[in-house]
T-cell receptor
Framework: AQTVTQSQPEMSVQEAETVTLSCTYD???????LFWYKQPPSRQMILVIR??????QNATENRFSVNFQKAAKSFSLKISDSQLGDTAMYFC??????????????FGGGTRLMVKP | ETGVTQSPTHLIKTRGQQVTLRCSSQ?????VSWYQQALGQGPQFIFQ???????GRGNFPPRFSGLQFPNYSSELNVNALELDDSALYLC?????????????FGPGTRLTVL
Protein backbone atom coordinates (compact mmCIF):
# COMPACT_ATOMS: atom_id res chain seq x y z
CA ALA A 1 0.00 0.00 0.00
CA GLN A 2 1.06 3.54 -0.65
CA THR A 3 1.01 6.47 1.75
CA VAL A 4 1.31 10.17 1.00
CA THR A 5 2.25 12.70 3.68
CA GLN A 6 1.96 16.46 3.58
CA SER A 7 3.61 17.87 6.68
CA GLN A 8 2.44 21.48 6.30
CA PRO A 9 -1.25 21.83 7.24
CA GLU A 10 -1.27 25.56 6.45
CA MET A 11 0.96 28.02 4.67
CA SER A 12 0.72 31.64 3.63
CA VAL A 13 2.59 33.74 1.10
CA GLN A 14 2.52 37.32 -0.05
CA GLU A 15 1.19 38.01 -3.51
CA ALA A 16 3.92 37.84 -6.20
CA GLU A 17 6.26 35.84 -3.97
CA THR A 18 7.30 32.19 -4.25
CA VAL A 19 6.13 29.36 -2.02
CA THR A 20 7.04 25.67 -1.82
CA LEU A 21 4.68 22.95 -0.60
CA SER A 22 6.17 19.68 0.62
CA CYS A 23 5.09 16.10 0.00
CA THR A 24 6.67 12.77 0.82
CA TYR A 25 5.40 9.34 -0.10
CA ASP A 26 6.10 5.74 0.64
CA UNK A 27 5.79 2.96 -1.91
CA UNK A 28 7.45 -0.24 -3.01
CA UNK A 29 6.43 0.39 -6.61
CA UNK A 30 9.07 1.44 -9.13
CA UNK A 31 6.69 2.84 -11.74
CA UNK A 32 4.16 5.44 -10.73
CA UNK A 33 2.80 8.92 -11.27
CA LEU A 34 2.67 11.81 -8.83
CA PHE A 35 0.23 14.68 -8.94
CA TRP A 36 -0.59 17.99 -7.35
CA TYR A 37 -4.27 18.89 -7.23
CA LYS A 38 -5.78 22.22 -6.21
CA GLN A 39 -9.14 22.41 -4.43
CA PRO A 40 -10.47 25.97 -4.20
CA PRO A 41 -13.45 26.90 -2.01
CA SER A 42 -15.71 25.86 -4.89
CA ARG A 43 -14.57 22.29 -3.96
CA GLN A 44 -13.83 21.21 -7.56
CA MET A 45 -10.50 19.40 -7.61
CA ILE A 46 -8.28 20.69 -10.43
CA LEU A 47 -5.11 19.03 -11.70
CA VAL A 48 -2.15 21.38 -11.34
CA ILE A 49 0.78 19.27 -12.48
CA ARG A 50 1.79 15.64 -13.09
CA UNK A 51 5.16 13.88 -12.90
CA UNK A 52 6.04 10.46 -14.28
CA UNK A 53 8.41 8.67 -11.92
CA UNK A 54 10.57 7.35 -14.75
CA UNK A 55 11.34 10.89 -15.93
CA UNK A 56 14.27 12.58 -14.27
CA GLN A 57 13.32 16.01 -15.57
CA ASN A 58 11.05 17.92 -13.23
CA ALA A 59 7.65 18.87 -14.63
CA THR A 60 6.68 22.52 -15.09
CA GLU A 61 3.38 24.18 -15.93
CA ASN A 62 3.64 27.94 -16.25
CA ARG A 63 4.13 29.26 -12.68
CA PHE A 64 4.04 25.77 -11.16
CA SER A 65 7.01 23.44 -10.99
CA VAL A 66 7.97 20.38 -8.98
CA ASN A 67 11.14 19.13 -7.36
CA PHE A 68 10.99 15.36 -7.68
CA GLN A 69 13.56 13.42 -5.66
CA LYS A 70 12.84 9.75 -6.35
CA ALA A 71 15.44 8.29 -4.00
CA ALA A 72 14.19 10.46 -1.15
CA LYS A 73 10.55 9.87 -2.16
CA SER A 74 9.95 13.57 -2.09
CA PHE A 75 7.73 15.61 -4.43
CA SER A 76 7.45 19.33 -3.65
CA LEU A 77 5.45 21.96 -5.51
CA LYS A 78 6.84 25.43 -6.15
CA ILE A 79 4.45 28.24 -7.01
CA SER A 80 6.15 31.31 -8.44
CA ASP A 81 4.65 34.80 -8.64
CA SER A 82 1.79 33.77 -6.33
CA GLN A 83 -1.62 35.14 -7.20
CA LEU A 84 -4.72 35.64 -5.05
CA GLY A 85 -6.45 32.96 -7.12
CA ASP A 86 -3.89 30.42 -5.93
CA THR A 87 -5.58 30.45 -2.50
CA ALA A 88 -6.84 26.88 -2.06
CA MET A 89 -6.20 23.47 -0.55
CA TYR A 90 -3.40 21.64 -2.33
CA PHE A 91 -3.25 17.87 -2.39
CA CYS A 92 -0.35 15.67 -3.35
CA UNK A 93 -1.44 12.35 -4.87
CA UNK A 94 0.10 9.04 -5.96
CA UNK A 95 -1.01 6.65 -8.71
CA UNK A 96 0.47 3.24 -9.37
CA UNK A 97 1.43 2.66 -13.00
CA UNK A 98 -0.40 -0.47 -14.06
CA UNK A 99 -2.70 -1.29 -16.95
CA UNK A 100 -4.73 -3.55 -14.66
CA UNK A 101 -4.89 -1.55 -11.46
CA UNK A 102 -7.13 1.22 -12.66
CA UNK A 103 -6.20 4.83 -12.08
CA UNK A 104 -6.88 5.04 -8.37
CA UNK A 105 -5.38 8.07 -6.63
CA UNK A 106 -3.97 8.01 -3.10
CA PHE A 107 -4.07 11.49 -1.61
CA GLY A 108 -2.18 13.21 1.15
CA GLY A 109 -3.93 15.19 3.87
CA GLY A 110 -3.56 18.52 2.08
CA THR A 111 -1.96 21.91 2.67
CA ARG A 112 -4.10 25.01 2.96
CA LEU A 113 -2.41 27.87 1.10
CA MET A 114 -3.43 31.46 1.60
CA VAL A 115 -2.08 34.16 -0.69
CA LYS A 116 -2.14 37.55 1.00
CA PRO A 117 -2.43 40.84 -0.91
CA GLU B 1 -15.03 23.77 -15.40
CA THR B 2 -14.30 20.06 -15.78
CA GLY B 3 -17.58 19.03 -17.43
CA VAL B 4 -18.40 16.74 -14.51
CA THR B 5 -21.50 17.54 -12.48
CA GLN B 6 -22.87 16.10 -9.26
CA SER B 7 -26.24 16.25 -7.54
CA PRO B 8 -27.43 17.20 -5.08
CA THR B 9 -25.01 19.83 -3.80
CA HIS B 10 -25.93 19.25 -0.16
CA LEU B 11 -27.87 16.52 1.57
CA ILE B 12 -28.91 15.87 5.16
CA LYS B 13 -29.87 12.37 6.29
CA THR B 14 -30.36 10.62 9.60
CA ARG B 15 -28.48 7.59 10.86
CA GLY B 16 -29.75 4.33 9.39
CA GLN B 17 -31.20 5.86 6.25
CA GLN B 18 -30.12 5.18 2.69
CA VAL B 19 -28.80 7.78 0.24
CA THR B 20 -28.12 7.98 -3.50
CA LEU B 21 -25.65 10.47 -4.93
CA ARG B 22 -25.44 11.16 -8.65
CA CYS B 23 -22.65 12.06 -11.05
CA SER B 24 -22.73 13.03 -14.70
CA SER B 25 -19.47 12.47 -16.54
CA GLN B 26 -18.10 13.99 -19.70
CA UNK B 27 -19.32 12.32 -22.87
CA UNK B 28 -16.91 9.58 -23.88
CA UNK B 29 -15.59 9.06 -20.35
CA UNK B 30 -16.04 5.37 -19.67
CA UNK B 31 -14.52 5.38 -16.20
CA VAL B 32 -15.92 6.93 -13.05
CA SER B 33 -14.30 6.89 -9.64
CA TRP B 34 -15.81 7.89 -6.31
CA TYR B 35 -13.93 9.38 -3.39
CA GLN B 36 -14.91 10.25 0.18
CA GLN B 37 -13.37 13.39 1.65
CA ALA B 38 -13.91 13.84 5.39
CA LEU B 39 -13.64 17.37 6.74
CA GLY B 40 -10.03 18.54 6.83
CA GLN B 41 -8.67 15.40 5.14
CA GLY B 42 -7.66 14.25 1.70
CA PRO B 43 -10.03 12.22 -0.48
CA GLN B 44 -10.11 8.45 -0.04
CA PHE B 45 -10.85 6.11 -2.92
CA ILE B 46 -14.16 4.24 -2.61
CA PHE B 47 -14.42 2.39 -5.94
CA GLN B 48 -14.14 2.72 -9.69
CA UNK B 49 -16.41 1.64 -12.52
CA UNK B 50 -15.41 1.02 -16.11
CA UNK B 51 -18.08 0.38 -18.73
CA UNK B 52 -20.66 -0.38 -16.04
CA UNK B 53 -18.54 -2.90 -14.11
CA UNK B 54 -16.67 -2.36 -10.85
CA UNK B 55 -12.97 -2.12 -11.65
CA GLY B 56 -11.41 -1.60 -8.24
CA ARG B 57 -12.44 -0.94 -4.67
CA GLY B 58 -10.88 0.78 -1.69
CA ASN B 59 -11.28 -0.09 1.97
CA PHE B 60 -15.00 0.59 2.23
CA PRO B 61 -17.74 -1.82 3.42
CA PRO B 62 -20.30 -3.40 1.07
CA ARG B 63 -22.99 -0.94 2.16
CA PHE B 64 -21.22 1.44 -0.25
CA SER B 65 -22.29 0.40 -3.73
CA GLY B 66 -22.41 1.94 -7.16
CA LEU B 67 -23.94 1.87 -10.57
CA GLN B 68 -22.75 3.22 -13.89
CA PHE B 69 -25.08 3.74 -16.84
CA PRO B 70 -24.43 3.83 -20.61
CA ASN B 71 -25.35 7.53 -20.76
CA TYR B 72 -22.21 8.49 -18.74
CA SER B 73 -24.14 8.96 -15.52
CA SER B 74 -23.43 7.07 -12.32
CA GLU B 75 -24.66 6.65 -8.76
CA LEU B 76 -23.14 6.07 -5.36
CA ASN B 77 -25.49 4.36 -2.91
CA VAL B 78 -24.87 4.16 0.81
CA ASN B 79 -27.08 2.01 3.01
CA ALA B 80 -27.50 2.09 6.79
CA LEU B 81 -25.89 5.51 7.12
CA GLU B 82 -23.53 6.10 10.02
CA LEU B 83 -22.42 9.39 11.55
CA ASP B 84 -18.91 8.85 10.14
CA ASP B 85 -20.32 8.83 6.62
CA SER B 86 -20.66 12.61 6.88
CA ALA B 87 -18.25 13.88 4.22
CA LEU B 88 -17.83 15.45 0.80
CA TYR B 89 -18.30 12.81 -1.90
CA LEU B 90 -16.41 13.43 -5.12
CA CYS B 91 -16.76 11.68 -8.43
CA UNK B 92 -14.07 11.78 -11.09
CA UNK B 93 -14.36 10.69 -14.70
CA UNK B 94 -11.74 9.74 -17.26
CA UNK B 95 -11.76 8.27 -20.76
CA UNK B 96 -10.30 4.95 -19.58
CA UNK B 97 -8.77 3.44 -16.48
CA UNK B 98 -5.14 3.59 -17.53
CA UNK B 99 -2.62 5.58 -15.57
CA UNK B 100 -2.29 7.97 -18.48
CA UNK B 101 -5.98 8.95 -18.32
CA UNK B 102 -6.40 12.26 -16.53
CA UNK B 103 -9.25 12.29 -14.03
CA UNK B 104 -11.68 15.20 -14.03
CA PHE B 105 -13.44 15.86 -10.75
CA GLY B 106 -16.93 17.10 -10.03
CA PRO B 107 -17.70 19.71 -7.34
CA GLY B 108 -18.89 17.09 -4.89
CA THR B 109 -21.95 16.40 -2.76
CA ARG B 110 -21.77 17.37 0.91
CA LEU B 111 -23.53 14.68 2.96
CA THR B 112 -24.40 15.31 6.59
CA VAL B 113 -25.62 12.40 8.71
CA LEU B 114 -27.41 13.35 11.94
Amino acid sequence: AQTVTQSQPEMSVQEAETVTLSCTYDTSESNYYLFWYKQPPSRQMILVIRQEAYKQQNATENRFSVNFQKAAKSFSLKISDSQLGDTAMYFCAFMKQSNNAGNMLTFGGGTRLMVKP
Amino acid sequence: ETGVTQSPTHLIKTRGQQVTLRCSSQSGHNTVSWYQQALGQGPQFIFQYYREEENGRGNFPPRFSGLQFPNYSSELNVNALELDDSALYLCASSPGFFYTDTQYFGPGTRLTVL
